[in-house]
């Protein structure tokens, strides 16, 4: 058990105790263990002995030594010294020093196992992570603390010496920006004891998972991953009768791991569906550690004796039964291109069920590190530079009754982290007093140079001998026994066997290790057989499968740096295996036996397979896995903390002083007390020196050339009197940066204060500043207003003036009306009608007062109209409009619906009014789908009919006064269905601009009222008269238009051009009638007019004479076209129409464009546009309606002439 997550006196209780033992004046071994005892026994775990923090694990909970409160009043000391002896103090210098720019810094915890190691990381990561000011969409911070959980269940196992012991190594980088926000962090693993899984010494247990599943599952997860009771299962079993789980306390403590285990995966990224393949994967393991083999007496060969544990770990591999127990049983070599297949013994196939399991759990360790990892994953998006904080756990020394291979590799993974610490605190520092010219402190240390070099130093070293050996085909681990005495048998740091015992014995700084050279061989290959990762390749289980097409490091990892493809994964389905029935004596391990014997009867004569090199052994891993570590440790500013075991037992309040003593002489604890009282373990470059604090004595707008002097003068400004000064660097004591660091801060204080000061004094002037123009703002806001209150009072009894004068002339009016009878040419006063329409009882107005309204009071607010407005659409109904809006999008639906105005659409059916009658109800429901409205590019508008009732356009019966395209007067005015028709023609528009222009006189209220149209909703049955809803659009275009000087530059280009072609075509049309007549022989023409044509009187009787006395009109006209004499027929326009030549005999150029195939102008537009009209025939149409209107006219003229008495 580590330190604990409570806590423990900070300070002890009673007596002067010394909080750093590198002040003490004289201290020797036995002052230095009986003051670690005295703090101990007052429950203060902690000592400085200059910057390194020495750690004695309690074995019991120390209240009131860590949590949150705790850890925020560290994180505020701006020194060691300023509060008792804490791990929180590390983490927090360390942060601190990140956030001034001093680099990357490195935490080592280094102990031997069961000194509480673990337990010191998760608090330096604790502390870490609290001072850190990321936030997101989860605290990092928080999903960092979150992750020890999941590598604990996975990555720790009980020994004999820790309960919660690391079974690998563990570095956590943690990746902050300049300014100290943490965006990230990465794990890297470093040699995972996987032997565990299949094999574990006395006393020992395997990884603490495999027991979270058997106490936190329920009855369904285990009967889906087919499990049984835990002492069923080998690799979890302790043997001789014992139970797997000892006590309630700890199946208790198991199964909240395993609750732990579901709440906390789903936060660092793992979904329930990769919960699933995880258990799954481990429960196979299980089942495949429990394979029994043995071999049968008669034929010699080997069978599975439990073959259910087969068809179990086939179904959660999601692989073929048969295919498994097959490469279980045989093994697949190729020479020379041929594919050679042979048995296993005994040995040879438990070695290779073990190695399936161990290759299992090690990549399914390794994928679940790399998952993490994603989730903790820098934000890359940001920029700037990057620090790190890296904080290492590693399995402590270890020893034991048996010491095998995996701890060979961890002892040696410790003396390198020795070494690193001598180098940094003796070795580097001594060297650099030689380098600089000061005299040495005499200090000796002992130095594990040469051990390492026999451990690990090429050609010949243990590690080196030991690959050589794993290469060979029939080394053995005798051979490697041999070989190791023969060359190692003089190194003070080897001592042979005694008795021939197949063991060796390394003398380490921490003591004497015996090594079992049983398996070493075998665990160091740690190679599985190709037809046994060709099966696993080709799993259907998606895990699996990623597991073994991983590409894997030269650490032995996985590189899982491209993603996994975890989130296309489907769920398996692990159904029961089915019962097979084999008959008597036969089974499925004899059968495929059988099929492997066949095969080798089909292959050639054996041959001896010429065995390479084979660089993929487990130290070949460990090296390069050791060598990456170091790598990152040293291009880091180290912070050293030391942990010590105080007993054996494990037991709170124990002291052992010989164990103590120990592990004191072993790490040079009492060297290192003295180096660092005699020493400058701080040695900076005058740059960085001056860097860091020229602050404390120099403006930072200095620019101070580096030297001795500039940093003599920090120095004294700072009170330091006994730090060096070398030829390029300043030396300092241990103690010394905290003191320069108290005085930067003390100066940066002030320089704050002094600017907080005149931030405050600019605040207040801008305060006072603003606060005058708010003030002066107010009192012109109260002026303006009293003026506009009396400007509405001035306009209100203005109004109410002018509608008594208005109600007055309209009673006059009303009079005279009354008594003018109904006489034609009475006059109307227009009724002048409020912006914002509501239906009111007042009298209607008519048609054209309220046209004469709506263009005037368009024209008027041109200017203040947005620019995209093209239109002011008024729904009437009768003469009273209801509702109006201005159109500015392109294209515009009116329907009947309920939808209010949106800009593109809206429903007449959402108005009302009090004044609406039956047949308007009526009609409004005929409107139904309405009409579309769209802008042409010209200015035009056109329609299009969108309903199944017609829709009709206005005005078609009298073309002269509205600007409509011939194709409305074509279709009488009613819009086909869905096809579109301009209803206003821009062009035709200009046509009257420029005839008005031409005879000198523009008439703009004229003008304005051509630029309306109007379009009535037919009801079924109902006539263009009887339809009392319609609307009345206004362009705003062509208002516009008038004024536009560009409209009027080229309307009088136009007729320029028209005039030069007029004079053109008169004297074409002379010579053509002179041609004509000469060719004819007749003596008239339209120069020389016939006789009877000059001798008729001109026609001045009014048509209204002529109809009374029952005459024809046309009898009494004369045509151009009538044959002297009477001879022929006389043509009425008709016929005209109808001649097939007509288009020759008046040829006019066709119009180009989109509309030119249907549109017609008008015989204005045709005057002025030449272009415009595809042929006279379209002008003849126009000619005859308007005969049809004056036709009509007429007839009610002559009705009210009958009507009138005569005098």
């Not at 996985?558 to 489907?570: C, E, N, Q, Y």
């Not at 860091?692 to 200095?702: D, E």
């Not at 016939?1090 to 026609?1099: A, I, M, N, T, V």
């Amino acid at each position: 058990m580590g330190p604990g997550r409570g806590g423990g006196k900070g300070v002890p209780s009673g007596g002067m105790v010394t909080h750093d033992l590198a002040r003490v004046g004289e201290l020797d071994e036995t002052a230095l263990l009986e003051e670690i005892h005295r703090r101990f026994g007052q429950d203060v775990i902690y000592t400085y002995i200059g910057d390194i923090l020495i750690s004695v694990n309690p074995y019991q909970d120390l209240p009131g030594l860590y949590g949150e409160e705790i850890g925020q009043m560290y994180g505020r000391a701006k020194t060691l010294s300023e509060l008792p002896p804490h791990v929180y103090a590390l983490g927090s210098r360390a942060f601190h020093s990140l956030q001034r720019g001093d680099g990357n810094h490195a935490l080592l915890v280094s102990g031997q196992s069961g000194a509480g190691k673990t337990e010191i990381t998760k608090m330096l990561v604790a502390q870490v992570a609290r001072l850190s000011q990321w936030t997101g969409e989860y605290f990092l911070q928080e999903k960092i603390i979150e992750v020890n959980p999941v590598l604990e269940a996975f990555g720790n196992a009980s020994t004999v010496l820790n309960s919660n012991s690391s079974r690998f190594g563990k570095l956590i980088e943690l990746i902050f920006s300049e300014g100290g926000e943490l965006m990230g962090a990465e794990i890297t693993e470093h040699m995972l004891e996987k032997s565990r899984v299949t094999r574990q010494g006395p006393g020992e247990k395997n990884f603490h998972i495999f027991y979270n599943l058997m106490c936190g599952f329920t009855p369904e997860e285990r009967q889906r991953y087919f499990l049984d009771q835990p002492e069923k299962y080998r690799i979890i079993d302790p043997g001789h009768g014992a139970p797997v789980i000892g006590s309630q306390i700890a199946f208790a403590q198991y199964k909240e791991g395993m609750d732990n285990l579901r709440r906390v995966m789903p936060v660092v990224g793992f979904t329930n569906q990769d919960l699933d393949v995880v258990f799954a994967l481990l429960a196979a393991i299980l089942h495949l550690c429990n394979i029994e083999m043995a071999v049968e007496p008669e034929s010699g060969e080997v069978i599975v004796m439990n073959e259910e544990e087969i068809d179990f770990a086939s179904t959660l591999l999601s692989v073929q039964a048969e295919d498994l127990i097959a490469v279980l049983l045989s093994n697949v070599n190729w020479v020379r291109g041929e594919r050679i297949v042979y048995i296993k013994s005994l040995s040879q196939a438990v070695d290779g069920r073990d190695a399936l399991a161990k290759a299992l759990y090690s990549k399914l360790f390794s994928w679940i590190i790399q998952q993490i990892n994603f989730m903790l994953h820098e934000d890359e998006r940001r920029e700037g530079r990057r620090y790190t904080i890296n904080i290492l756990d590693m399995a402590g020394f270890e020893t034991f009754p048996v010491n095998s291979f995996e701890q060979l590799c961890i002892n040696s993974a410790n003396e390198r982290l020795q070494h690193l610490f001598n180098e940094r605190i003796f070795s580097l520092e001594l060297q650099e007093y030689t380098a600089e010219g000061l005299k040495q402190p005499k200090v000796k240390y002992a130095s594990n140079d040469d051990l390492l070099n026999m451990l690990f130093q090429r050609p010949i070293c243990i590690f080196s001998l030991l690959e050589e050996e794993s290469s060979l085909a029939h080394s053995s681990d005798q051979t490697l026994l041999d070989k190791l005495t023969k060359h190692m048998g003089k190194n003070d740091h080897f001592r042979r066997a005694k008795h021939r015992e197949s063991a060796f014995s390394v003398v380490h700084y921490a003591g004497v290790v015996a090594y079992n050279i049983d398996g070493f061989l075998e665990k160091n290959r740690d190679t599985l057989s190709s037809n046994m990762t060709a099966l696993m390749e080709n799993s259907r289980n998606n895990l699996v499968n990623e597991l073994f097409t991983a590409r894997v490091l030269e650490t032995g990892t996985l590189d899982m740096r491209h993603g996994s493809s975890r989130g296309s994964w489907k769920s398996p389905a692990f159904s029961q295996p089915p019962a097979r029935q084999f008959a008597p004596g036969d089974s499925l391990s004899r059968q495929a036996g059988r099929k492997i014997r066949q095969k080798m009867k089909e292959q050639k004569t054996f041959t001896d397979i010429p065995v390479t090199a084979n660089p993929n052994t487990a130290s070949a891993h460990f090296k390069n896995s050791l060598q990456l570590l170091m790598s990152k440790l040293k291009g880091a500013e180290t912070h050293f903390i030391r942990c010590l075991r105080p007993n054996h037992k494990k037991a709170g309040g124990m002291f052992d002083s010989h164990m103590v003593m120990d592990q004191l002489r072993s790490t040079g604890v009492l060297e290192m007390t003295r180096i660092r009282r005699l020493g400058y373990p701080v040695r900076l470059l005058f740059d960085d020196f001056l860097h860091r604090y020229q602050f404390i004595a120099f403006p930072m707008s200095v620019h101070l050339q580096p030297g001795p002097r500039a940093c003599a003068a920090i120095l004294k400004a700072a009170r330091l009197t006994d730090a060096q000064l070398g030829s390029s660097k300043v030396f300092l004591r241990y103690w010394h940066t905290d003191k320069l660091a108290s005085v930067l801060d003390t100066h940066l204080t002030r320089v704050v204060r002094a600017q907080a000061l005149i931030r405050m004094m600019i605040a207040r002037r801008h305060f006072r500043r603003t606060l005058n123009m708010a003030t002066r703002d107010a009192e012109d806001l109260e002026l303006f207003g009293n003026f506009i209150e009396n400007q509405g009072v001035e306009v209100y009894e203005t109004l109410i003036k002018q509608d008594q004068h208005d109600l007055e002339r309209a009673a006059k009016e009303q009079a005279r009306h009354t008594q003018s009878n109904g006489h034609h040419g009475n006059e109307y006063e227009i009724i002048r009608m409020a912006d914002v329409f509501s239906p009111g009882s007042q009298a209607d107005p008519r048609p054209e007062d309220f046209f004469m309204y709506a263009t005037r009071q368009v024209y008027e607010r041109l200017d203040d109209l947005d620019p995209d407005v093209w239109c002011k659409m008024f729904y009437m109904e009768y003469n009273r409009p209801v509702a109006k809006f201005y159109l500015c999008d392109k294209v515009f639906t009116v329907d009947g619906s309920f939808e209010e105005f949106d800009g593109k659409h809206v429903g007449l059916g959402v108005f009302n009014s009090p004044e609406r009658d039956e047949i308007t109800e009526q009609a409004r429901t005929f409107i139904g789908k309405g009409l579309q409205l769209t802008k042409e590019p010209d200015g035009s508008v056109s329609a299009m009919r969108l309903g199944k009732n017609d829709v009709i356009v206005q005005g078609y019966r009298d073309p002269a006064n509205h600007c409509l395209s011939g194709e409305v007067i074509v279709r009488e005015g009613r819009l086909p269905y869905e096809q579109s028709v301009k209803i206003f023609d821009m062009e035709e528009y200009k046509s009257h601009i420029g005839l008005y222009l031409r005879a000198g006189n523009l008439d703009t209220e004229r003008l304005q009222q051509l630029a309306i149209t109007s379009l009535s909703f037919l009801h079924e049955g109902g006539g263009p008269r009887d339809t009392p809803c319609w609307l009345c659009l206004v362009s705003v275009p062509a208002l516009e238009a008038m004024t536009d000087p560009e409209v009027r530059r080229d309307v009088q280009a136009k007729f320029v051009q028209l005039s030069l072609a007029d004079h053109q075509e008169k004297e074409a049309e002379k010579q053509m009638l002179k041609e004509v007549a000469d060719r004819t022989h007749r003596s008239w023409s339209k120069l020389n007019t016939r006789e009877s044509h000059q001798k008729r009187e001109p026609l001045r009787k009014s048509r209204i004479q002529i109809k009374q006395q029952g005459e024809n009109i046309q009898d009494r006209m004369e045509y151009s076209w009538q044959e002297e004499g009477g001879k022929g027929r006389q043509m009425n326009l008709s016929d005209l129409q109808e001649e097939d030549d007509i288009e020759s005999l008046c040829p006019a150029p066709r119009r180009q464009g989109a509309g030119a195939g249907f549109g017609l102008g008008s015989v204005a537009n045709s005057a002025l546009y030449q272009g415009a009209t595809p042929s006279p025939r379209k002008d003849w149409a126009k000619i005859k309606v308007t005969l049809k209107q004056e036709k009509t006219a007429e007839a009610e003229e002559i009705q009210r002439a009958k009507a009138v008495p005569r005098n």
